[in-house]
């Protein structure tokens, strides 16, 4: 089972978050500041995966929605994964065959916001061409597609797992509370966790619960389907 936990902000918190048993590391860099969750330069993001090389992988999210800057990011960061989930630029098929020239490593994972059925069709039309998608909820219509803290309709879920011909990673509010439920219900490849793992920090900062990390891991291994 693949266990993805966002946002990593230095490498000796992607070290621990590796010891916990954390398979995908999620990155949030960016070229100047946006105010979105757990941020890092994009000189951080090169020393954490440099860091953890062949050791675990990385997955670096671009918010941006524009297909130049999500591009320059992958060029210069090179990570295992590229997550696109701005709210206004889905990955496209030129954007994919790109990325598949320059950077053949790399694997595609898409955010698709499940809000109805009709995100059922819109995974189709993304497996066709895209390595993965992530399944998230989404705090509102123009806020984007991850970090709500908040579960969707798993029954959805479910039926994109079945149908949309590529592996799915489930995420929005899965903790420790909740992730064997999330498994055994949607059978993802793998599960993403921020919110509810993340702890604050007496200087309002955030950092990763590293005790609920390791928990999470440890209880989304056991729900896997042998
Ligand atoms: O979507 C965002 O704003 C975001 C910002 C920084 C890092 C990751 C982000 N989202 C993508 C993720 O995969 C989250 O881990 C996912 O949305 C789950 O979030 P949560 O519901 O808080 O567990």
Redesign the pocket.
Known sequence: MIK????IVSLPEANACIEAGVTVL?L?PVARPRG????ISYARAQQIIAGVKDRCKVVV?A?ENDPQVILEKARLLRPDIL?I?GDRFCADRELVATCKRELPFMKIMQ?VQVVDTTAIEQAKTFGLFVDYL?L??GSSSDK???????THDWNISRQIVNSCGVPVVL?????CDNVQQAIRKVRPWGV??????NCPRPDGDRAKDLEQVRLFCRLADRAAPQ
Not at 4 to 7: S, V
Not at 192 to 197: I, Y
């Open positions: 993805q936990i966002y946002p999620g949030n979105s969750v757990g941020e999210i918010l997550h989930s955010a992530i998230d909820t984007g597609i991850g970090a709500s803290g908040r995420a929005g509010g899965l903790g993403d966790s921020m919110t509810k793992t």
